[in-house]
């Protein structure tokens, strides 16, 4: 959940220093017998620290294609989306800071924390990463194209019937409900 950053009230930061802290501590406890990293061994102020530094990368990539809505100055305008990111390069850079206590990052995790983000030029399977991908106008996240709140709404509205079936895993026709809902929306306009 986006955050007012406790050094700078006027920036908002991304991501949540527990989810970074409880995604560390569930691979800690896997690789070291149930041991968890407390506050003495990864300090908050290192988990803040490294939710910044992501912001202010995230905002790099954003800044170019969105400059009229980057940095964001409330917080109920961060795209949930973005929380998310912000908090796996937030796991990458703590992990690399606290190398000593957590070892060092592994090119998997690396990929999975930050490459995915921020590799340009196919270093991750499937081309650009995330951020690069936005930066270039080739994903578009509807709370920031959208014109007004209510447009971003509907284009993340859940009343909407998936375009297949998922409740059937055999069948990958295109959904009843999505044709229904497109005739009683033509019918309506």
């Known amino acids: 959940m986006p955050f007012a950053n406790p050094s700078d009230s006027t920036e908002i930061l991304y991501g949540s220093s527990g989810d970074v802290r409880n995604e560390i501590n569930a691979y800690l406890s896997v690789t070291t017998a149930g041991h968890y990293a407390d506050e003495t061994e990864i300090p908050g102020s290192l ?5 910044r ?7 790099t990539y954003l800044e170019p294609v969105h400059a009229d809505k980057i940095p964001f100055t409330a917080i109920g305008d961060v795209p949930k ?6 908090s796996d ?15 060092n990052i592994s090119d998997q995790r690396k990929r999975d924390y930050f490459d995915q983000y921020v590799a340009e030029g196919g270093i991750v399977q499937g081309g650009d990463g995330f951020l690069v991908k936005i930066s270039k106008g080739e994903i578009a996240l ?4 959208a014109s007004s709140p209510d447009e971003a709404n509907s284009a993340r509205s859940l009343t ?3 375009i297949f079936d998922l409740d059937d895993i055999k069948n990958h026709e295109v959904s009843e409900k999505l044709i229904d ?3 009683r929306d033509r019918d309506s306009g």
Do not use: C, H, K, Q
């Open 53 to 59: 530094r992501a912001t202010r990368l995230i905002n």
């Open 142 to 145: 509807p709370e920031l194209t």
């Open 81 to 86: 989306m973005l929380d998310e990111v912000a």
């Open 47 to 51: 988990i803040v620290g490294s939710l």
């Open 160 to 162: 909407r019937a998936p």
């Open 89 to 103: 390069i937030a796991v990458f850079y703590v992990w690399r800071s606290a190398a000593v206590i957590l070892g």
């Open 181 to 183: 809902d497109i005739e």
